[in-house]
């Protein structure tokens, strides 16, 4: 049902409505964007994080387990691990850390 007003709609009326209409498409657009910048701050934090766990390694399992904690954590809980490839085979496996992850 379409809304009516006795004696119709003003030319004010329908002004004060696009003004409206202007303002909500804004604030729409606003919460977007900080949706977006809150991801790439996040994502940001992360490739930080990932950088000092670099320099704090002691060996490439302990780099890999750390990099699967931190992005597992703040990132991707549910779907993430790495995966390694055995030159032997030519296989790729999961490696060691992704199963300490399950909960």
Same mark, same amino acid.
């Given at each position: ?7 119709? $709609? ?7 409505? *696009?003004?409206? @209409? ?10 977007? &964007? &900080?949706?977006? *910048? /809150?991801? &790439? @701050?996040?994502?940001? @934090? !992360? #490739?930080? @994080?990932? =950088?000092? =766990? %670099? %320099?704090? =390694? ?8 750390? !990099? %699967?904690?931190?992005?597992?954590? /703040? #990132?991707?809980?549910?779907? $993430?691990?790495? #995966? +390694? +490839? ?5 296989? +790729?496996? #999961? ?7 399950? %909960?």
């Amino acid at each position: 049902m379409l809304p009516t007003k006795p004696g119709g $709609f003003t030319d004010d009326d329908i002004r004060l409505l *696009e003004v409206f @209409a202007s303002q909500v498409t804004v604030v729409i657009q606003n919460i977007h &964007l &900080l949706h977006t *910048e /809150r991801t &790439l @701050a996040e994502k940001l @934090a !992360v #490739l930080y @994080a990932i =950088a000092i =766990a %670099t %320099t704090q =390694a002691g060996n490439e399992d302990e780099l890999i387990e750390h !990099v %699967t904690n931190i992005i597992g954590q /703040r #990132l991707y809980s549910d779907s $993430f691990g790495i #995966l +390694l +490839l055995d030159e032997t085979s030519n296989e +790729l496996y #999961l490696h060691s850390s992704y199963p300490d992850r399950i %909960t």
